[in-house]
């Protein structure tokens, strides 16, 4: 079990896929020009613009994702790590106030990159955004994103929104760290320790340590360069696998001890779910991004097609992360219910219901979505 980063988890990090509380900005229009359409593998012509636009930038600001997993953090952090070894003038933001680096990612080099979200300047020259499906996860800093003379998405969730005036999406690669390593690459980067601890961090998280469907011969390619560097794999898996504190446990047999099996949910392909509440994670003195990793524990039940976890936050809003198997895709339920993500991971936020409600809708969405997974 992955108690602090599980939520990349699948395909895609449950994390990056829970969508924050509203910040006002709800409605804001996408700035791309570009005609709508699925997102597509970026040509020549897309990462030529960029690396133009980085080299004549005088300050280049990189966001993650809010509440930023191993994937969003470590590819902003990569990028970062090679533009300052360039010589530029280079900082790394997400938007949460306190700026808080989750307890699994304090390995990450690079840190000091960091700037809270008040420190990015309003206007900004450059923003390039990793990991962010739509500006909504940007939190504090969709408006400096926005007003941003150049803003790059890069990205591979199938449900970006291509709210930049330039796009990296690559909805076939199993990590946004595959867009990082490329991107880095094309800057003149050299690949350092440094740079491969945060690539292989973002690789890892969003594969599942490899164990998900999008890996691909590509993707161990991508490990064996990153490894070839000399990183401590086996340091990096531990953190952000294989480590939590004491009260997690207490918190986690509390939620597999609510948990519940609904087997005619998704038209008989089974729902499991629970929630952890404010005051389950208060009595143990456990944060909330510490509880990502319940789902993966959650998830196992045979008889159970998709798995649904509602974690009430510090505002008392339910953050909901659900995952499939395959044969439910979660994207579009998540999506339906305002929220975003991947086929076998996605999430959404439900504001002022009981527990029992959101399931309620949840199990609803879910019928009307049984068998639109691409398994
Ligand atoms: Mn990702």
């Known amino acids: 079990m992955n108690p602090t980063v599980s939520a990349a988890g699948i395909p895609g990090p449950a994390k990056s896929v829970d969508p924050l509380p509203g910040d006002g ?11 709508a359409g699925p997102p597509t593998p970026p040509g020549e012509q897309d990462w030529d613009a960029v690396v133009r636009l980085i080299a004549d930038a005088s300050r280049i600001d990189l966001f993650a994702h809010v509440n930023p997993d191993g994937d969003a953090l470590g590819s902003a952090l990569a990028v970062g790590l090679a533009l300052r070894a360039a010589g530029r003038d280079v900082h790394v933001s997400y938007g949460d106030d306190p700026l808080v680096v989750p307890a699994s990612l304090t390995f990450l080099p690079g840190q000091d990159l960091l700037v809270p979200p008040a420190e990015v300047p309003d206007r900004p020259d450059l923003v390039l955004v990793f990991d962010a499906a739509s500006s909504e996860r940007l939190g504090l800093l969709r408006a400096k994103a926005a007003a941003a003379d150049a803003l790059v998405v890069v990205d591979h969730h199938a449900s970006n929104t291509r709210f930049g005036t330039h796009h990296l999406i690559d909805t076939t690669a199993p990590a946004t760290a595959v867009l990082a390593e490329e991107l880095v690459a094309r800057i003149g980067g050299e690949l350092t320790a440094d740079i491969a601890t945060a690539l292989y961090t973002g690789l890892v998280t969003d594969t599942g340590s490899f164990k998900y469907a999008a890996t691909t011969p590509e993707t161990h390619a991508m490990a064996a360069r990153l ?5 401590p794999h086996d340091v990096i898996s531990r953190a952000i696998w294989d480590t939590c504190r004491f009260g997690y446990l207490k918190v986690l047999s509390g939620a597999l001890a609510a ?14 779910w629970t929630v952890v509440t404010r005051a389950d994670r208060q009595e143990h003195g456990i944060r909330l991004d510490e509880i990502e990793g319940v789902i993966d524990v959650l998830r196992k039940s045979a008889e159970a097609e998709v798995a649904l976890v509602l974690k009430e936050d510090d505002a008392g809003r339910l953050q909901a992360s659900a995952r499939s198997k395959g044969r439910v895709d979660l994207g579009r339920v998540c999506t339906a219910l305002g929220g975003g993500g991947h086929a076998f991971a996605a999430g959404y936020t439900a504001d002022g219901d009981t527990p029992e409600a959101v399931v309620d809708r949840f199990r609803a969405e879910l019928g009307a979505q049984a068998g639109t997974g691409p398994a």
Do not use: C
């Open 227 to 231: 490894l070839a560097t000399g990183i």
């Open 259 to 272: 948990a519940r099996l609904d087997d005619t949910a998704a038209g008989g392909l089974g729902l499991v």
């Open 25 to 35: 900005l709800a409605g804001q229009a996408v700035r791309s020009t570009e005609p």
